[in-house]
């Protein structure tokens, strides 16, 4: 059962901190028709507009705490033909941050969020991404079928598509300042 | 009504109002068939459109003793010749710019939309006006700019 | 003049071939393309997905090297890079504030002046015109174009081709004697960013793509992204499980296929690279 | 590219004007000069210090005649002829335009078309003096507002000098004049004078093109101009940049405003 | 020195136990010019009224006011008192003292003091009236259609039929208009030619129509009851007075694969043809784009065989000036093509159609003779699908308003293709239902309840072609927005209904508003929904916005009722309440000095230029403004705006409001 409206009032604090209008959204279920992971997600996009609408903390905890969010690739499929041009890529970006900050990430996004981590670590320290140490890397974070990647290896090296030691920016100092003052100064 | 003018401890409002035929004035007349009281203070002059109505009227009346003024026309979309009211909010818009910038006390001009269903409104609209008047006082300050002799007295 | 080279991370890596085909066409064509010295990761979707700022100040700092280099265009083979880039470039365009604020966090100057190719754009612009020319094994397949999300969305920012049904790759395909088939999964996303997380998710998502693909008789299906490519090729034991399957169909990159029309050998073009055998078409 | 002195001859030779309207030297600034003569020709200065704006006699049909004018046309020249003409006041064909800002490089300039691109081409410079004005004026209380203009205008002696220099007071009975009803009492008192004011503002709303002639007219120096200047800025801010022309008797229903009840 | 007179009326109690009447009387007695006050208990009846002729009669009195209620109830009441004791009915003002005084303030002195000031304005105000005289407009007794479809044949007949004459002007080669390319129509599901084309002869046969087809508008000119109307003839190749409509012409001509307009491209035409069987007039145009002899020079068969001569190749266009008092425009309303939406494939998938294309399916003298056939192979499709708002609420790619008749026509394809298909399956995408209409939920309900057509709530995000197959792409946002895929044979996209073309072009030759999408604007969207802003010129149909087709009669017979209102007066008279610009004496003429700014302020285009000339020379003078009485409604717009004061507002002048506010406060 729904309560009333608390006084947080999501959709205008969304429109504020993304300049997406969720009112917009009439529910013609367009972007989930298109959504190529519609089926996997908690709750298709169309869904979680409709959550965002009810400006209800209960929904929007639902919606932080979704798979959804992770899941989305930003494939643009969804805004690319929405009716009412609702950026749902921007918002789903938000979202994400949202949902770690507010410590509600979906235990079954885990993983991603642990590529995504690991795939920034490896940035963050040589300013480039080091396949082989990423791979290493996230499979060591999230123990899970270490094997499965592991496979590829030896073929990777074979074809030359893996190479021992990374590719180095000289100037990694600025690199590691770039996240100091982004990702890293919010995490702190 | 003139005596009015000095004594201010009981000091009644004289407030001119130009009003178009077609919502405002009928608004008004709803305000009456449903017998809403308000205050006496206001002397509402008809008008076809708030188009019609002459921003010179507004200055002239304040020089003659109106110490509030209300221009009242129908809302946005609902004007009886279409756009009439789109015309006249530009030029208020303008004309208030300007008297503010004079110095002019742009307050005691109430502008409002008051369809003809909406008698309440016109009476909320009428009684405000008198008590944000009547807190203001009578204005004097501009009737004293007529000639150069009412000038001198404020120096007396 | 010369052109700046943004090879990315992948072309560096697993799609080392892109590279190399990239760089053996231009040479082919006398196309000077000169890598941004010092370039770092443009954050992908990873970055996005984790931190606004994060995800324009890495890309603006490639923009603002490219700049401080003195390049006026530079080209972005791997569709990913390219989409952030000029995302980026479009945003901070937009907000004055956010310029600032990314400007300052990455201790550089960037106007966003720099104007951003991606491969297909390259080519037309540097080979389209002598293409036919120079073909002298004509790419005779019928090809399923693949142009994934990233190349052609969001439309009102990179304003390139059409968004539903794009013609580009097709066009170029065909003046190299290919015949472009109509099908259905032209800007269906391959999985992208999950390729390593969600292997489950991306075979089903690459393997819809390839069925259509083979269903339809295509004899290759052609890329422009490292992403799409390593998803399509490396993932094809995943994909053939998840279809139940054995698919054949080998995945080129636009660059490839057109170093093949043009004599380039496969060894040049990197296409002894790759998972899924290729020499069913040289 | 050519200087003043040749192109006035061309002018009189090749398109048969009978009149140039431009400046001569006076005893302390230049004035303006009706060349009707090559051999006046000469006489034809132009700098940075002509700044009459001479579009004012382009309404005056008895001073001009019948025959092809030229006028030495600066940009605040050029403005108002075009604001005249959107007005219907001025045709094609009956003015030709020699335009520049110094004698030594005028251009010629004949049609409409012609004169608003060299307008885009030059934009105005704001006067820092008049904006410093403004916002010194809109900072003040409103009551401090009312006793600097009742003293500023209690000054004026209705000469109407502003009207006379104003290229855009062509009306041959100006409101002023207006008796049944007396819209404005003819006799100068500090309210009458601002009522004159008022009026002269809101139907400059719009259309002035802020060339500030009336306030070099005025014997007294008040800052009429100021008036004028405030009512621009404030329409291009409520109803959105390059609007001009007819502001008052055009209207976007889109228009906002935050005082209606 | 002027006589006014003043009455003060009690209303009963109504006023009389608020105000003090006789003090009002008393007091506008001492006002200067006042020759005579009075109050009496109801001014209304008739004694009040003769009180008020006699004493018009006895004092000479040159002006009225009347102390009553609202000048909205009784004005005319005592204006026509007035008149009949031989005062000018516009010398006579209402101090409204009941509605604006008596009932909404206590009894009081002040009540009284604003009472007496109320009449005090008035008597200065009528002191400066002028009698006025209502402004007569000849009328002449015709009237134009513009448009032969429906709205277009219905108005015309109900004009005719009132004995009124009338020109229906056609810009297709027949009249009939999108209603007769329709199969069948809902809720009724009765055919579409059969309640049509019945009343399309009577257009045909009714003396007083005269029907112009091949013909559009060309200019417009003049105002309300006297239009002079141009009207371009296109060159139809074929002397209809000598034409019998045999057709022997279209069975000879080579050119045979034309894309019927009528058949919206799923048929053929050849070049010199009739649009369809049921025509009206049933005779033959060429159509000089595609003929061989206009191409080529080469042919001429039709002339050969034609068994009257009638065929004229070389005749250009004609055009012809009409009079007429009054015009109703029916333009209608065009579909968006299929080619106009992107994820549905931009048009290039042969089975995708639009609704007036499936119509033509469907419909018995359609291509395919009412047999339900994708135009790809002609095969029967099993499996077809719906998808509505197509453009419809959709700001992004389409327009942001709903087309109003797609829902019920989506309703009625589906069961129409379920009682041609038996065995198919028909599937709606759909957002919302929208049938609100006389047995329209019903009609709705029965495709889905009776002939089990399957309503899906969603839209549809792209289609794509697959083995010979349309794979839809929907989802189901009833079931937890699942998504839905189905493998259609055919899809109907239920279009956009947009605003004709050319609409924009016509609006501005006929000085008529229009909404940002082209529609033709009503003088008021409630009250005055077939007029438009220019007196004269009237409105019905889809011209206006997408109307189905009970609504777009009705319409019509509202705009038709409307003309013959007009038209059946001798001539107009209005009220003389309009603006007028000054005129004196030489050198001056006016002091109006032709800025036209003015012309802008006026709703309703009626500030015309006037050139002034000297009467011997010829030559002009000065060019000032003129107001066109038969089009001014005196809302006095121009007047405020005006800098020289030169125009002025009969009834409400400046001098008039002026004194009447003066005196409201120097009392």
């Known amino acids: ?187 702190k | 009504m003139k005596d009015m003018e000095n004594k201010d401890n009981n000091f009644e409002p004289r407030i001119v109002a130009f009003v178009c035929n077609w919502c405002t004035y009928a608004g008004a007349d709803l305000a009456g068939t449903s017998r809403i009281k308000y205050a006496p203070n206001v002397r509402i002059v008809r008008f076809p459109c708030t188009g019609r109505i002459d921003f010179m009227l507004l200055l002239k009346a304040f020089g003659s003793g109106a110490d509030g003024i209300i221009v009242s026309g129908c809302h946005p979309n609902d004007c009886h010749y279409t756009s009439g009211n789109f015309h006249a909010r530009r030029r208020w818009i303008v004309f208030r710019n300007l008297l503010d910038f004079l110095g002019i006390d742009v307050n005691r001009i109430t502008f409002s939309w008051v369809s003809a269903a909406e008698g309440a409104k016109w009476a909320d609209i009428v009684n405000e006006t008198v008590d944000k008047i009547r807190k203001l006082g009578p204005y004097t300050e501009y009737r004293r700019a007529k000639d150069y002799t009412e000038e001198a007295k404020q120096y007396e | 003049m010369e052109i700046g080279f943004y090879p990315g991370c992948s072309l560096k890596g697993t799609s080392r071939e892109y590279n190399e085909s990239v760089l053996a066409l231009a040479k082919a064509f006398g196309i000077e393309i000169k890598e941004i010295e010092d370039w770092n990761c443009c954050g992908a979707t990873a970055a996005h997905s984790m931190d606004r700022k994060l995800s324009l100040a890495l890309p603006a700092r490639v923009l603002a090297l490219a700049e401080k280099q003195g390049f006026h265009e530079i080209v972005v083979p791997c569709a990913s890079c390219y989409n952030r880039l000029a995302v980026t470039q479009y945003k901070l365009s937009e907000d004055a504030g956010l310029k600032k604020d990314i400007t300052d966090s990455i201790k550089m100057p960037c106007s966003g002046k720099v104007k951003i190719l991606n491969v297909i754009q390259f080519l037309d612009s540097y080979i389209k015109d002598k293409i036919q020319k120079r073909t002298v094994h004509p790419f005779k397949y019928d090809v399923a174009c693949y142009y994934g999300c990233l190349l052609v969305r969001p439309h009102q920012i990179l304003q390139f081709d059409r968004t539903e049904d794009p013609q ?76 139940r399957e054995k698919t054949t169909i080998p995945v080129l990159y636009i660059t490839q296929a057109i170093g093949l029309a043009i004599g380039l050998s496969p060894e040049e073009l990197g296409l002894k690279r790759h998972f899924v055998e290729t020499s069913s078409i040289y | 590219m050519s200087n003043l002195e040749e192109t006035a001859r061309s002018l009189f030779k090749e398109e048969k004007v009978n009149l140039i309207i431009g400046f001569e030297e006076g005893s302390r600034h230049p004035r303006p000069f009706f060349c009707t003569s090559t051999d006046d020709i000469p006489k034809l200065i132009l700098d940075k210090r002509c700044h009459n704006n001479t579009a004012v006699y382009l309404t005056k049909k008895d001073l001009l005649g019948t025959g092809l004018v030229g006028i030495v046309a600066t940009l605040r020249v050029l403005k108002s002829a075009l604001q005249l003409s959107l007005e219907n006041q001025i045709n094609e064909g009956q003015f030709i335009f020699i335009a520049g800002e110094d004698a030594s490089d005028v251009q010629v300039l004949k049609d409409k078309a012609s004169i608003q691109s060299y307008v885009d081409a030059h934009p105005e410079i704001p006067d820092s003096k008049v904006e410093e004005r403004l916002h010194h004026i809109e900072s003040m209380s409103r009551e401090d507002r009312w006793a600097f203009w009742k003293n500023e205008l209690s000054k004026c002696i209705r000469c109407y000098a502003c009207r006379a220099a104003c290229p855009l007071c062509y009306c041959e009975r100006c409101v002023a004049e207006v008796n049944c009803p007396q819209w404005i009492d003819p006799w100068a008192a500090p309210l009458s004078n601002m009522e004159w004011q008022v009026n002269r503002a809101m139907h400059m709303a719009g259309r002035c093109t802020g060339c500030g002639a009336c306030y070099e007219a005025c014997p007294l120096d008040l800052p009429i101009n100021l008036l004028t200047k405030e009512l621009s800025s404030e329409i291009s801010e409520d109803f959105g940049k390059g609007i001009s022309g007819n502001v008052l008797s055009s209207f976007n229903p889109a228009d906002k405003e935050n005082f209606f009840k | 020195m002027s006589r006014i007179g003043v009455f003060i009326c009690h209303c009963g109690e109504n006023i009389g136990a608020t105000v003090d009447c006789s003090r009002v009387a008393e007091e506008a007695r001492k006002i200067e010019g006042v020759e005579f006050a009075t109050d009496y208990k109801y001014m209304c009846s008739e004694p009040g009224q003769n009180l008020i002729k006699n004493a018009i009669r006895e004092h000479r009195l040159d002006g009225v006011v009347v102390g009553s209620c609202s000048p909205r109830m009784h004005e005319l009441t005592f204006r026509r008192a007035c008149s009949e004791a031989g005062l000018n009915p516009y010398m006579c003002e209402i101090a409204n003292l009941r509605e604006h005084c008596s009932w909404v303030h206590e009894k009081n002195e002040a009540t009284t003091r604003k009472a007496i000031e109320l009449v005090t304005g008035l008597v200065e105000k009528v002191k400066r009236n002028s009698p006025l005289t209502p402004i007569k407009v000849p009328v002449i007794k015709k009237a134009l259609v513009i448009g032969g479809g429906i709205a277009g044949i219905q108005a015309a007949l109900d ?175 065009d579909v968006l093509k299929t080619d106009f939406f992107p994820e549905y494939g931009y048009g290039k998938y042969k089975d995708v159609i639009n609704g007036l294309q499936f119509e033509r399916l469907a419909s018995a003298s359609g291509p395919t003779l009412g047999e339900i056939r994708r135009p790809s ?131 501005q030759k006929m000085h008529i508003s229009y909404d940002p999408y082209h529609f033709f604007s009503e003088a008021h969207p409630k009250l005055r929904p077939v007029e438009t802003n220019t007196a004269g010129i009237f409105l019905a149909g889809a011209c206006q916005a997408p109307k189905d087709i009970p609504e777009t009669v009705a319409t019509a017979s509202g705009a038709a009722a409307k003309v013959v209102a007009l038209l059946s007066q001798k001539e107009l008279v209005r009220e003389p309440v309009i603006a007028v610009v000054n005129r004196c004496a030489p050198p001056i003429f006016s002091t109006c000095v032709g800025c036209f700014l003015c012309q802008s302020a006026c709703p309703y285009q009626a500030i015309e230029k006037e050139e002034i000339k000297d009467r011997r020379t010829g030559k002009v003078i000065k060019t000032v403004a003129k107001i066109n009485p038969g089009l001014c409604q005196g809302c006095g717009t121009c007047v405020s705006f005006c800098r020289s004061k030169s125009i002025d507002l009969q009834g409400y002048t400046n001098e008039e409001m002026y004194s009447e506010v003066m005196a409201l406060l120097n009392h």
């Open chain 1, 1 to 187: 059962m729904t309560q009333i409206k608390e006084t947080v009032d999501i959709p205008s604090f969304l429109q504020k901190k993304t300049g997406v209008d969720v009112y917009q959204c009439y529910q013609c279920g367009k972007c989930t028709a298109g959504c190529v992971l519609a089926e996997d997600m908690d709750y298709p996009p169309s869904y979680i507009l409709r959550f965002l609408q009810t400006g209800l903390e209960t929904d929007y905890k639902k919606v932080l705490s979704s798979n959804t969010i992770w899941m989305c690739l930003n494939c643009e499929n969804c805004i690319g033909r929405c009716p009412k041009e609702v950026d749902i890529p921007v918002l789903m970006d938000f979202l994400r941050q949202e949902s770690r900050e507010k410590k509600l990430v979906s235990p079954k996004a885990r993983q991603i969020i642990a590529f995504h981590q690991s795939f920034l670590d490896s940035v963050k320290h040589t300013g480039r991404l080091y396949e082989a140490g990423l791979v290493a890397d996230y499979k060591l974070r999230t123990k899970r079928h270490l094997w499965q990647d592991m496979k590829l290896v030896p073929k990777m090296l074979k074809r030359g598509k893996l190479s021992f030691l990374p590719e180095v920016v000289k100037d990694r100092k600025k690199i590691s300042d770039i996240f100091n003052h982004t990702i890293d100064k919010k995490l």
């Open chain 3, 168 to 243: 580009s790759m097709d066009e170029l395909m065909r003046m190299v004697g290919a015949n472009a088939i109509e099908w259905g999964y032209k800007t269906e996303c391959c999985g992208a960013g999950l390729s390593v997380s969600r292997t489950d998710l991306v075979a089903k998502l690459s393997g819809n793509i390839v069925k259509d693909a083979e269903d339809r008789g295509a004899k290759a299906i052609i890329v422009a992204c490292p992403m799409c490519h390593s998803n399509l090729d490396m993932r094809r034991p995943q994909i053939d499980e998840y279809l």
């Open chain 5, 159 to 333: 004009i005719a039929n009132c004995g009124q004459k009338v020109i229906l002007v056609e810009k297709s080669p027949s009249i009939g208009g999108h209603m007769s390319q329709l199969s069948e129509t809902f809720p009724t599901l009765d055919c579409s030619q059969c309640i049509l084309t019945p009343r399309m002869v009577e257009v045909a046969q009714n003396p007083n129509i005269t029907l112009y087809t091949y013909a559009e508008l060309e200019k417009l000119e003049g105002s309300i009851g006297n239009f002079k109307a141009v009207i371009r003839l296109k060159a139809k190749s074929v002397n209809y007075d000598k034409c019998t409509g045999c057709g022997l012409c279209t069975t000879k001509c080579p050119s045979k694969k034309i894309p019927s307009e009528f058949n919206e491209k799923l048929g053929n035409r050849t070049a010199i043809y009739i649009p369809f069987p049921q025509a009206v007039p049933n005779k033959p145009v060429i159509d000089r784009e595609h003929c061989l002899y206009y191409q080529k020079g080469v042919c001429k068969n039709c002339s050969r065989v034609c068994p009257t001569g009638a065929i004229e190749y070389d005749k250009p266009d004609e055009f012809i000036t009409e009079d007429v008092g009054a015009i109703v425009v029916t333009t209608g309303f």
């Open chain 5, 377 to 507: 192979d002609g095969k029967v499709p099993e499996n077809i699908v719906f998808i509505a708002c197509c453009g419809s609420r959709d700001p992004a790619k389409g327009i942001p308003y709903c087309s109003k008749i797609c829902c019920m026509y989506t309703a009625k394809h589906a069961m129409l293709y379920k009682h041609k298909v038996p065995g198919g399956t028909a599937s709606v995408f759909y957002m919302d239902i929208r049938a609100a209409g006389k047995n329209y939920e019903e009609f709705v309900r029965r495709a889905i309840e009776e002939d089990h057509v399957n309503y899906i709530r969603g839209r549809v995000a792209r289609i794509y072609e697959k083995n010979g197959k349309l794979i839809v792409k929907g989802t189901d946002t009833l079931l937890s927005a699942r998504p839905v895929e189905i493998e259609a044979d055919m899809v109907v996209l239920a279009t956009a209904g947009v605003a004709g073309k050319g609409a924009e072009e016509l609006a």
